[in-house]
């Protein structure tokens, strides 16, 4: 991404100007006028030591990329939101792995269970975060260099009706879905498949 999309790695990063040991930025406030950060947590040289594998490897800012091909720079956002579930998804097993070694019972304590479940939807938002990064985060391009999205933009009135023929289909799926689910587990409890994998191992 550095190589390829520079302005995308600047603008998740919030990195302005170009130069060595560029630190990486998590979390904090922008100020878009004054391209002032505060409140973040900078770890040095570490976008560096990212983009280019060396601490003192020179990063690309977005001063140096005309203003109009800037993608928003909230995608600094959706970047530090995926990434941070990332780290949650890590921490979990790990804490669990280690409670079951040092303390038997505390492994299946109610709150680590739940940070388990709790992975699951996490996880799915995770990857949504990451497409909403990889797809806003080329704006204004659909092709980098080549073509803009406003160019490229449908603004025929059949798109409206697909819109809503695609949501029609995806609703009827998903009621389909859960009706096959319910139907497949009704009368049938985790309790007695448990039971019955138990009697067949």
């Known amino acids: 991404?550095?190589?390829?999309?520079?302005?995308?790695?600047?603008?998740?990063?919030?990195?302005?100007?170009?130069?060595?040991?560029?630190?990486?930025?998590?979390?904090?406030?922008?100020?878009?006028?004054?391209?002032?950060?505060?409140?973040?947590?900078?770890?040095?040289?570490?976008?560096?030591?990212?983009?280019?594998?060396?601490?003192?490897?020179?990063?690309?800012?977005?001063?140096?990329?005309?203003?109009?091909?800037?993608?928003?720079?909230?995608?600094?956002?959706?970047?530090?939101?995926?990434?941070?579930?990332?780290?949650?998804?890590?921490?979990?097993?790990?804490?669990?792995?280690?409670?079951?070694?040092?303390?038997?019972?505390?492994?299946?304590?109610?709150?680590?269970?739940?940070?388990i479940l709790a992975g699951g939807p996490l996880s799915l938002l995770a990857i949504e975060l990451g497409w909403f990064y990889a797809e806003v985060g080329r704006q204004p391009w659909i092709l980098r260099g080549y073509l803009r999205v406003f160019d490229a933009a449908t603004t025929n009135a059949h798109v409206d009706i697909a819109f809503w023929l695609f949501a029609g289909l995806y609703a009827v799926l998903g009621i389909v879905c859960l009706f096959v689910l319910v139907r497949l587990f009704r009368n049938k409890p985790a309790e007695l498949e448990l039971e019955m994998r138990r009697i067949i191992l």
């Open 1 to 115: 991404m550095a190589a390829e999309q520079p302005e995308k790695l600047a603008a998740a990063e919030w990195h302005f100007e170009t130069g060595s040991r560029a630190p990486l930025v998590v979390g904090g406030r922008l100020d878009p006028d004054t391209q002032e950060v505060t409140g973040a947590i900078e770890i040095p040289w570490a976008l560096s030591l990212l983009a280019t594998h060396d601490p003192d490897g020179v990063v690309v800012g977005l001063n140096d990329i005309p203003r109009d091909e800037w993608p928003p720079l909230y995608v600094h956002y959706l970047f530090d939101a995926m990434v941070g579930i990332g780290f949650y998804l890590l921490a979990v097993p790990v804490l669990f792995l280690a409670l079951l070694r040092l303390k038997r019972g505390y492994a299946y304590h109610r709150w680590l269970l739940a940070g």
